[in-house]
């Protein structure tokens, strides 16, 4: 009966290990999606806010203060979950000391029982009593069996003992450790609650300030829709030209598509099966405009729309090119600034607002290569990359093509 008893209760603890190390692998989850988040916030400040603004727009400065705000809001609830985590491990953790604590009271008990019987007869003259008084040599046979039996089972009682208490001491140990943790994490989100609340305060002024000049805002707004819907109307002809040369010789006017070598196929090919992998036009970045029509972050009934990409990223940076292919064409902007098309077989990547470039029309180039430096602007001191895509002349969401950070 003992036996199964103790079967039992090993059979618990180590289901309990197996339920611990399960919640262990969930919060350290938790907590490389916090200091993820962290990193977002690092990223967000260093990114949008390091540099000194000669003119301050203040619908660009509450943009960005959102973005602020939001990187904040969602590390404080990463915060909340793991602290809710280590609070039903620190609960359990209590339960099972408490429970272990109970069974090691009843098999100590047991256990000095068994030490006070085996006193009273441990003496060998008694053992040699025990074995002359059998009737037989196999009941001796059978009395020494058992002592050996009750000896060693004494001794194996002592050491789950021993092993109980340490795995008490080891959930003792965890406990400290998980309160310290969850200590700590209700540290920093009072602080980054204090913080949030400062970047909330800044943002209400902004938005009496943007609302007393709305109007001028909006008209900035749309001239600088204008100007990309410009642009982004060059690229498409750019490309329409191309699909169009590389058709002339078959005589085929009417294609929508361009007309392929194998090789400039199996490129295709390639860069079709890289969707979801493909690397980051920029070492660091941090996406500031999304892909698409969308709302304004900020003027209420206000939409705009996104050719592509808009990536904030370090002053000095450089773009690079995201897959093998070709220089399609370079494209030469207001303000001197340029635009680079990279022909992938029918698809084609565009970095638009360089600087300087380090290619030229017609250069092949290779995955990871250094195509310019983007040009940061000196009044807002922001140093952004507008990330491209077509498959052939239909633009396609870059976010769903690139390697997810």
């Known amino acids: 009966m003992k036996r199964i008893k103790l079967f039992f209760y090993f059979f618990l603890v180590a289901l309990f290990s197996n339920v611990v190390t399960s919640q262990a692998q969930t919060r350290k989850q938790l907590e490389e999606e916090r200091k993820k988040l962290k990193q977002e916030i690092l990223k967000v400040n260093k990114l949008l806010f390091t540099e000194q603004k000669k003119e301050k727009n203040a619908l660009d400065a509450l943009d960005d203060l959102n973005k602020k705000i939001g990187a904040r809001a969602d590390y404080i609830k990463s915060i909340n979950n793991e602290a809710a985590v280590l609070s039903s491990e620190i609960k359990q953790n209590a339960n099972e000391i408490a429970k272990l604590a109970k069974q090691l009271v009843s098999l100590k008990k047991d256990y000095a029982d068994m030490i006070f019987k085996s ?13 002359m008084s059998s009737e037989s040599f196999q009941q001796a046979y059978k009395r020494l069996q058992y002592m050996k039996q009750y000896t060693s089972f004494r001794k194996k009682q002592g050491e789950e003992i021993v092993l109980q208490t340490d795995i008490i001491k080891k959930l003792n140990d965890s406990l400290l450790f998980k309160k310290q943790a969850k200590d700590t994490l ?18 209400e002024k902004l ?25 982004a109307a060059q690229i498409d002809k750019i490309i329409k030209d191309a699909i169009a040369k590389s058709n002339a010789n078959k005589g085929n006017k009417k294609a929508t598509g361009f007309s392929l070598t194998p090789e400039a196929k199996a490129l295709a090919l390639k860069f079709e099966q890289n969707k979801g992998k493909l690397p980051w036009p920029v070492k660091s970045g941090l996406v500031v405009r999304r892909f698409g029509k969308q709302s304004h972050p900020t003027l209420q009934g206000i939409t705009i729309t996104s050719s592509g990409l808009h990536i904030a990223t370090d002053k000095g940076a450089t773009a690079q090119s995201v897959f093998n292919g070709k220089v399609l064409a370079i494209q030469v902007l207001t303000g001197g600034k340029k635009a680079v098309l990279i022909q992938h077989g029918n698809y084609i990547t565009t970095y638009n607002n360089l600087e300087t470039l380090m290619v030229n029309k017609g250069d092949a180039v290779t995955t990871g290569q250094v195509l310019g430096k983007i040009f940061t602007n000196k009044v807002t001191g922001k140093t952004t990359l507008i990330f491209v895509l077509h498959k052939e002349t239909q633009r396609q969401n870059p976010s769903s093509w690139l390697l997810k950070r």
Request: proline residues 0%.
């Open 186 to 203: 209700i540290k920093i989100e009072t602080e980054e609650k204090q913080k949030i609340e400062l970047d909330k305060q800044n943002k």
């Open 119 to 131: 006193y009273k007869s441990k003496s060998k003259q008694s053992q040699l009593l025990f074995l």
């Open 207 to 231: 938005v009496l300030q943007i609302k007393k000049k709305e109007k001028k805002y909006i008209r900035e707004l749309k001239a600088k829709q204008k100007e990309e819907s410009r642009l």
